[in-house]
């Protein structure tokens, strides 16, 4: 992981304030992948699980190794280390959350 240069710098997604408000000396940049599973794929390698008789690294190694999800979409994000130790909520919201700081965090992956 690279560091964050300024222009790398955004406020905290969650609380909007700035990373260090509070005097505070770290934070989190997160990174959150919403995956969608494909249960066709997910049948098929059971199936050459079942077939190798439950040995995963064999069914793998002879099998396509296709994979089991599919990314549908991801966001980065800086937390400041206020939210990260108190706020409580579910991933699903602090990456609807991030959606508005995700333009941010694709840009700095960009640099
Ligand atoms: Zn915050």
Do not use: W
């Amino acid at each position: 992981m690279s560091g964050l240069k300024r222009n790398d710098i955004q406020p905290c997604a969650l609380c909007h304030k700035g990373l260090m408000a509070g005097n505070q000396i770290a934070g989190y940049r997160v990174k959150i992948d919403h995956m969608l599973f494909d249960p066709g794929a997910i049948q098929r390698a059971h199936g050459l699980e079942m077939m190798m008789g439950g040995h995963v690294a064999l069914a793998t190694a002879l099998g396509p190794d296709e994979a089991l999800a599919q990314e549908v979409s991801s966001s980065t994000a800086l937390i400041c280390q206020a939210c990260a130790l108190e706020t409580r909520v579910s991933l699903a919201e602090v990456f609807e959350r991030m959606g508005t700081a995700s333009e941010s965090g694709e840009r700095s992956d960009d640099n």
